[in-house]
C-alpha cells in the first residue's frame, strides 16, 4: 500500500489469522501500527518583502511571506527570528513580538504585522531561518541551506513637496463653437504643473478666485467649474472657458493654487486671459457716386498679438453688385500679429445717369481667434451725383452734423495729384484736424482724389515742385500710417519751415522675385520719440529682427540709420543687410520659423513627419497665413508637399503636427466633410491648395520640414 494512502487512512490496519495443531484452532488478530516520518523539508516559496509609508503599519501578509511543506502543518512551520528590525518592530496579534519566532498560521491568519518607528530611514529588514519543528535546514530560491534570509522593508518618505508650475501662458485662441458662443480652451500648452512625488495627472488646480467676465465648463461632462480641476484635465483638452457674450471685455483672470493629493501647496497664481473684439469702426457712411474707391475701416480692440481672421458678406438691399459697386475678390479679412486696423475696399460705379440713391450692407462674420463686436453690420448710401452736384440726404446719418462728420466722399477737381516722379523727396507734414476719425483713400487708384488729412501729408520731389500723393493712409490706434507706392531714391530731405515739427521714417521692402518696384511706407511719430535737445540718436523702437531693413533719419545728426535685426547702425549706399545666422544652410527663413524642403527621400506623410522629427530635429511644416502659403508654394518648385496638418487623433479635428493653433486654412473644395478611412493627412498640390491623402500609403511626395527660431 502506498505510504501516502495509508497515513490518510482513517482506521486502524490489522490482519486476522488462524493457529491451528490439528486438534486445537485459534483466533488471533496481527496489528500494523504506523508512525509517519518527516523526510521533506520546508520551502521559502515566498519572499517579496514589505513597501510602505514612513511611519505606517503594514501586514505580513501570505502573498508577501510564506513556508510550504508537504508532510508538516502550517501551525508547525516557523520562522525564526535571527535578527530584529532595526528602525520599526514586529507585532504578533496586536502586541511586540517577544518570542522571536511566529508560525505560518500566523502570517496566513494576518496576525503578524511590522511598524515603522519614523525617522528618515528609506530601508529596513529582520532575517530568519525556517524549521518545521524536525529536519535542519530550509530550501529557499531552489537550494538548502540553514543560512538566515533577510526580508526586505522599502519606507517610502511622505510626500512634503509641493508641485510647480512648469507652463504658465495666457490663452488668446478664441473659438466660435457650435452654439455661438465663443470659447478658449485651457490645455496643458498653457497651463502645465509637476511634481517628483505625484503622478502629473492627478495633480489638482484649486480654483481661488474665478473668473469674472466668462465661466469654466468641463466639455466631457457640460457641468461649469467651480472649485477644482486636474492636470489630466489640462492635458486631454476638457477645460473650456466661455465668453460672456453680453461684456465688452478684452481680458479675464483666474486665480488658483496647485496642490498634490497630499495636501501640498504651492503659491497662488493668477491666470489671465486675452482676446479681441473685432467690428467695424463705424455703421454709416455716405459716398457720392463718382468717389471711385471706398475704403471701409475694420478695427480689432483688445490683444492683439495673435492673427486673426474674419468674413465679409454683403446685403445688395437696393444697390446692385456690379451695377452699382464692385467688390474685393477676397471676402476675408486677415489681421496680422499687432495690427489693430484693416481696411476693405469697395469700388463705387459711376454711371453719370440720375438715379434715385441706392443702399447697401456689409456684414462682418465667421470670425477666427476673435470675438465679434457690436458693430457687425455698416450701412452704405450712394448719393446720385443730380446734374454734378452730391447732395447727401442728413436723414441718413442725423446725429452727425458735418461732412467730415457724416463720412460723406467728395471728388475734387482733376489735376489735384501727379504721378510720382523719381528722385529725392521729403516729407511734409501740416497740423492734424482735431478729429481723431480716420481719413482713407487709395491714391494710386483714384485720380484727381484727396482728403483733408492727404492734402497735409505730401512727398515733395525735390526741384519740381510736384507733389507725390500717399497712395492710402490710415490710423492704427497710435500712428497714421502713410503708405506710398512708386520709385523713390534717397537722402530723406524734411521741410525746414518751423511748422514742420513732425519726424518720419522710411521702410524700404525687400524686392521680391523678377520685380523691380520697391514699396515704401513712411509712418508719422510723435516729437516724444525724438527729443531735438539729445545730442545721441534716439530710435522709436528697439531693433529686432522683425524690423530689420527699416530705415530711420535722424534729423539733429542729420544721419540715415538701419536695422540690421540686431542694433541700428549708420546707412550708407555700400550697406548690406546682413542675414540673421538663424538658420543652417539650405534652410530658408519665413514668418520666425527656418524650412527645409526635403526632395530626395520621398516618402508618405507619416515618414516624412517621422524624417522631420529625427534627422531634421523639427516637425511637418505649419502655414500661418496665406503669404506663408504662396511662398511655400514657390520653394517648393510648385510641386506637391506634405504640411503638417492631420486629424489622426480625433477625425474631424485638425491639428498641426508642431501644436500650433489652425489660424489659417487653403482647403481645395472647404474643409472635408465625409472622411475615407486613412485620409487624415494633408498634401499641399495645384497651386497650393489642400486635399486630403492617406497617412500610411500611396504615391510618396517631397515635404517641407520647418522649425522656430
Not at 524 to 546: A, G, M, V, Y
Request: glycine share 8%; aromatic share 8%.
Amino acid at each position: 500500500i502506498p505510504q501516502d494512502s495509508m497515513l490518510k487512512a482513517a482506521l486502524p490496519l490489522f490482519a486476522r489469522f488462524i493457529i491451528s495443531n490439528g486438534l486445537q484452532t485459534k483466533h488471533e488478530v496481527f496489528e500494523i501500527i504506523l508512525e509517519p516520518v518527516d523526510r521533506a523539508l520546508p520551502v521559502v516559496t515566498r519572499n517579496r518583502g514589505l513597501r510602505l509609508a514612513q511611519g505606517a503599519t503594514g501586514l505580513l501578509s501570505p502573498d508577501l511571506l510564506q513556508l510550504t511543506d508537504p508532510d508538516t502543518p502550517a501551525e508547525n512551520l516557523t520562522f525564526v527570528l535571527a535578527r530584529l528590525p532595526q528602525h520599526g518592530q514586529l507585532y504578533l496579534r496586536g502586541t511586540v513580538l517577544l518570542q522571536h519566532n511566529f508560525t505560518q498560521q500566523d502570517v496566513d491568519s494576518r496576525d503578524v504585522a511590522y511598524r515603522h518607528l519614523g525617522g528618515d530611514s528609506q530601508a529596513d529588514c529582520f532575517t530568519f531561518v525556517a524549521t518545521d519543528r524536525t529536519n535542519q535546514g530550509f530550501v529557499v530560491e531552489g537550494r538548502v541551506g540553514q543560512e538566515p534570509v533577510s526580508f526586505a522593508i522599502q519606507v517610502d518618505q511622505l510626500d512634503k513637496t509641493a508641485p510647480y508650475i512648469t507652463h504658465l501662458h495666457s490663452p488668446s485662441q478664441v473659438g466660435l463653437l457650435k452654439n455661438g458662443c465663443y470659447g478658449i480652451y485651457l490645455t496643458s500648452h498653457v497651463l502645465k504643473a509637476s511634481d517628483p512625488d505625484t503622478d502629473d495627472d492627478l495633480i489638482i488646480f484649486k480654483i481661488l478666485r474665478g473668473p469674472q467676465h466668462g465661466h469654466l465648463e468641463n466639455t466631457t461632462t457640460g457641468e461649469f467649474i467651480h472649485e477644482k480641476f486636474i492636470q489630466k484635465d489640462l492635458n486631454s483638452k476638457t477645460i473650456l472657458y466661455i465668453i460672456s457674450p453680453s461684456l465688452e471685455v478684452h481680458s479675464d483672470i483666474m486665480e488658483f493654487q496647485i496642490m498634490d493629493p497630499t495636501g501640498n501647496s504651492a503659491a497662488p497664481q493668477i491666470l489671465e486671459l486675452k482676446w479681441s473684439h473685432i467690428e467695424w469702426s463705424q455703421t454709416e457712411y455716405e459716398v457720392c457716386e463718382n468717389v471711385g474707391m471706398l475704403s471701409l475701416e475694420i478695427t480689432r480692440r483688445g490683444y492683439s498679438m495673435d492673427s486673426a481672421f474674419v468674413s465679409v458678406k454683403v446685403n445688395q438691399v437696393s444697390a446692385t453688385v456690379g451695377k452699382d459697386f464692385t467688390l474685393t475678390p477676397s471676402k476675408l479679412i486677415q489681421f496680422d500679429p499687432g495690427m489693430s486696423t484693416k481696411m476693405w475696399n469697395i469700388a463705387i460705379t459711376y454711371d453719370g445717369l440720375e438715379e434715385d440713391d441706392e443702399a447697401f450692407e456689409v456684414i462682418l462674420n465667421s470670425p477666427v481667434n476673435a470675438v465679434l463686436g457690436t458693430k457687425t453690420k455698416a450701412a452704405v448710401k450712394i448719393l446720385d451725383s443730380k446734374g454734378g452736384q452730391c447732395q447727401p440726404s442728413y436723414s441718413f446719418s442725423p446725429n452727425k452734423h458735418s461732412a467730415r462728420e457724416k463720412n460723406i466722399w467728395h471728388p475734387l477737381s482733376p489735376g489735384s495729384s501727379s504721378p510720382t516722379t523719381s528722385g529725392s523727396f521729403h516729407l511734409e507734414r501740416r497740423p492734424l484736424p482735431t478729429s481723431k476719425r480716420p481719413a482713407v483713400t487709395r491714391g494710386d487708384i483714384q485720380q484727381g482724389f484727396q482728403s483733408p488729412d492727404l492734402s497735409r501729408m505730401k512727398l515733395r520731389t525735390r526741384g519740381n515742385g510736384k507733389t507725390v500723393l500717399p497712395s492710402s493712409v490710415y490710423r492704427n490706434g497710435t500712428d497714421i500710417i502713410y503708405n506710398y507706392h512708386g520709385m523713390v531714391s534717397l537722402p530723406l530731405e524734411e521741410d525746414g519751415s518751423p511748422s514742420h515739427k513732425s519726424k518720419a521714417k522710411v521702410s524700404i521692402m525687400s524686392q521680391t522675385q523678377k520685380t523691380s518696384k520697391l514699396a515704401d511706407k513712411v509712418e508719422s511719430t510723435t516729437d516724444s520719440h525724438f527729443p531735438r535737445q539729445d545730442p545721441l540718436p534716439s530710435f522709436p523702437k528697439n531693433c529686432t529682427l522683425e524690423l530689420r531693413g527699416l530705415l530711420h533719419f535722424q534729423e539733429n545728426l542729420q544721419e540715415l540709420y538701419e536695422c540690421d535685426g540686431i542694433a541700428w547702425k549708420a546707412w550708407s549706399p555700400r550697406t548690406k543687410v546682413v542675414e540673421g545666422k538663424s538658420c543652417p544652410a539650405g534652410w530658408y527663413r519665413h514668418s520666425g520659423y527656418c524650412h527645409c524642403l526635403v526632395t530626395e527621400r520621398k516618402g508618405t506623410w507619416n515618414s516624412a513627419a517621422r524624417a522631420c522629427k529625427e534627422h531634421h530635429l523639427g516637425s511637418l511644416v505649419t502655414v500661418l497665413s496665406r503669404q506663408h502659403m504662396r511662398w511655400l508654394w514657390d520653394i517648393s518648385g510648385r510641386k506637391p508637399f506634405w504640411i503638417g496638418l492631420n486629424d489622426q487623433v480625433r477625425a474631424g479635428h485638425w491639428e498641426w503636427i508642431g501644436g500650433e493653433a489652425v489660424t489659417f486654412t487653403n482647403w481645395r473644395k472647404g474643409p472635408p466633410q465625409r472622411m475615407k478611412p486613412g485620409k487624415n493627412c494633408v498634401l499641399a498640390q495645384r497651386q497650393g491648395k489642400w486635399q486630403t491623402q492617406d497617412c500610411r500609403k500611396g504615391k510618396p511626395h517631397n515635404y517641407v520640414c520647418s522649425r522656430k527660431i
